[in-house]
Each structure stands twice: as C-alpha cells, then as structure tokens.
C-alpha cells in the first residue's frame, strides 16, 4: 500500500483580514481545542 501524501503551500496573510474583529471572531476561533492544539 502506498501512502499519498498531501502538500500545500503556506502563504503569509494579514490576521486583520481573517478576523476582522478579535472578541467575536478571533476569540471565537481560539476557544476551540483543535485550534489551540495547532498553536502548541
């Protein structure tokens, strides 16, 4: 069996433009443990 791997390619984006406000939106996206664990 052969294992596919998947690439991509990172890209620096502004954060301003992902979360256009940070207690709705950035908090929000923070609160969940998935996204947390990305940041360890």
């Known amino acids: 069996m052969v294992n596919k791997l998947k690439l ?4 620096e984006v502004d954060v301003r433009e992902l979360w256009k406000h940070e207690q709705y939106d950035f908090s929000e996206w923070l609160a969940k443990e998935e996204n947390i664990e990305m940041l360890k």
Do not use: F, P, R, V
């Open 8 to 11: 991509g390619k990172l890209e």
